[in-house]
């Protein structure tokens, strides 16, 4: 059964960091893309980046590039976003997903950006 | 900036069938896009529907189909039941690596 676990999330001021996790298993996680899809309180879903197989490639939406780093470690089947320079709007419930097309969701782990 | 269209809101009588669209702002929607859908009851994680335009993800009964209409991307429901009712939400891919998803449609089954 596949298994996506998300972890890290939590209260912080603006400005500041946090770096979300999913623990993944079920799958061959080492063959598979990877993703980060978030949705804010009461709205829909934003795609925030993903990260090929090997980590060779990564994209991001406009709204965090420069600020958000996607990056993963096969060895132990996860996913990593360090997120900086955190605001407001970034406040979400953080899903990981497996594939560019989102094929498996994990149920997120909630983003508070607030002083 | 392209934005993706989602009707907000659509009703089926149970029983029913029901086409939801997903379109662009400015052009067509076609294969190239890689369409897919995803469905979420308040609450919980999304589940895939369909992926690639019209290839159902693992578990999801026929009675969802994908396809393209016309020019936009099309997810229908055939014989829709009460626990359809929830929210619906499409993603295409807008090349250089980047997706996006559309606002979604809040769908009654009544």
């Known amino acids: 059964e596949v298994q996506l676990v998300e972890s890290g999330g939590g209260l912080v001021q603006p400005g500041g960091s946090l770096r979300l996790s999913c623990a993944a298993s079920?799958?061959?996680?080492?063959?598979?893309?990877m993703s980060w899809v978030r949705q804010a309180p009461g709205k829909g879903l934003e795609w925030v980046a993903n990260?090929?197989?090997?980590?060779?490639?990564?994209y991001y939406v406009d709204s965090v590039k420069g600020r958000f780093t996607i990056s993963r470690d096969n060895a132990k089947n996860s996913l990593y976003l360090q997120m900086n320079s955190l605001r407001a709007e970034d406040t979400a419930v953080y899903h990981c997903?497996?594939?560019?097309?989102?094929?498996?969701w994990g149920q997120g782990t909630l983003v508070t950006v607030s002083s | 900036q392209t934005v993706v269209t989602q009707e907000p809101s659509f009703s089926v009588s149970p029983g029913g069938t029901v086409t939801l669209t997903c379109g662009l702002s400015s052009g067509s929607v076609s294969t190239s896009y890689y369409p897919s859908w995803y469905q979420q009851t308040p609450g919980q994680a999304p589940r895939t529907l369909i992926y690639?335009?019209?290839t159902r993800s693992s578990g999801v009964p026929d009675r969802f189909s994908g396809s393209i209409l016309g020019n936009k991307a099309a997810l229908t429901i055939t014989g829709a039941q009460a626990d359809d009712e929830c929210d619906y939400y499409c993603v295409l891919y807008m090349g250089s690596g980047i997706w996006v998803f559309g606002g979604g449609t809040k769908l009654t089954v009544l």
């Open positions: 690639s335009t019209n």
């Open positions: 079920g799958f061959t996680f080492s063959s598979y893309w």
């Open positions: 997903a497996s594939g560019r097309q989102l094929g498996y």
């Open positions: 990260i090929k197989e090997d980590g060779s490639e990564k």
